[in-house]
């Protein structure tokens, strides 16, 4: 099986971002399906914002929250504890090989993973296994490719061609958004509801955030790094860029909306085709 390298890593200013994420702001499409008593599998869960939120939404059922990396599991079981939520548990777990049962669950939600694993069919096709019949598996994910923003410095351009290409090297699909639908039939779903819904950074706070994140990311993250070691940049040329975020987000004119694909994928009572 192949394995991606999570392009982004931990860095603060990756976390900077996930933590900014809610279940109204990325997860409004699962919305409608939740109700209390239900179990929930969050997967990779991040800082666990989302996480908490859907915890919230469901009490007294469940939410069982995974993620690859041990360190910011803490953060996320952190947040659960300072919201005061006791049905929140955390595990490490690989979206392509889940530590569960079959239909141990009645809704598993992932939030910008598919675009980071080595196999998203794979990762369907497992979070489909642990779904319980009539619950939905939902993702939802970026679409690179379709980003937009205003003014466009040709700096910001490099920084998409750039980011394109290390998260490709890395085993990813940064333009994730638009394949969600095919990778869910590919997986087996037969009843898919496909969505789209924006991001949009436009307030002088919104731009100062997001290009600050960004210009922090592009010189300091893990992706710097692999950005570096892959031959794929130099440290110049991420500087340049970082300055070129940090230039983009003094504009008063600027804007930034990120895409996302969604699918809401309900699993058959009688068993999805393979």
């Known amino acids: 099986m192949t394995h991606a390298v999570y392009t982004h890593g931990h860095h603060e200013s ?21 109700k209390p008593g239900l179990d929930v599998l969050d997967v990779g869960c991040g800082p666990g914002t989302i996480t ?7 009490a007294p059922g469940r939410v069982t929250a995974v993620d690859p990396a041990p360190d910011v599991l803490e953060k996320a079981a952190a947040v659960a504890a300072e919201r005061g939520l006791d049905n929140v548990e955390f595990a490490v777990a690989d979206v392509h090989a889940l530590d569960f049962p079959d239909d141990s669950f009645d809704v598993v939600h992932a939030h910008q993973v598919l675009q980071h694993v080595g196999d998203p069919v794979q990762a369907l096709r497992e979070m489909r296994r642990v779904c319980r019949p009539g619950g939905v598996v939902a993702a939802r994910d970026s679409d690179y490719g379709v980003f937009a923003w205003y003014p466009e410095p040709p700096v910001l351009e490099e920084w998409l061609r750039l980011y394109r290409t290390v998260a490709r090297h890395n085993g ?41 994140l960004w210009a922090d990311r592009t010189v300091a993250s893990v992706y710097a790094e692999l950005a570096v070691a892959g031959g794929h940049a130099t440290p110049e040329l991420l500087a340049e860029i970082a300055e070129g975020w940090r230039e983009w987000g003094r504009s008063e004119d600027a804007w930034f909306m990120v895409p996302h694909g969604e699918i809401l994928c309900r699993v058959s009572s009688s068993g999805d085709s393979n």
């Open 14 to 34: 990756v976390l900077r971002s996930h933590a900014w994420r809610t279940a109204v702001n990325s997860a409004a499409y699962l919305l409608p399906e939740l």
């Open 52 to 58: 908490a939120d859907l915890a919230a939404l469901v």
């Open 172 to 212: 990813g699909e940064p333009d994730a958004g638009r394949r969600l639908f095919a990778w869910a039939r590919a997986a087996g779903f037969t009843e898919i509801t496909a969505t789209a819904t924006n991001w949009c950074f436009a307030t002088g706070e919104e731009r100062a955030w997001w290009s600050g």
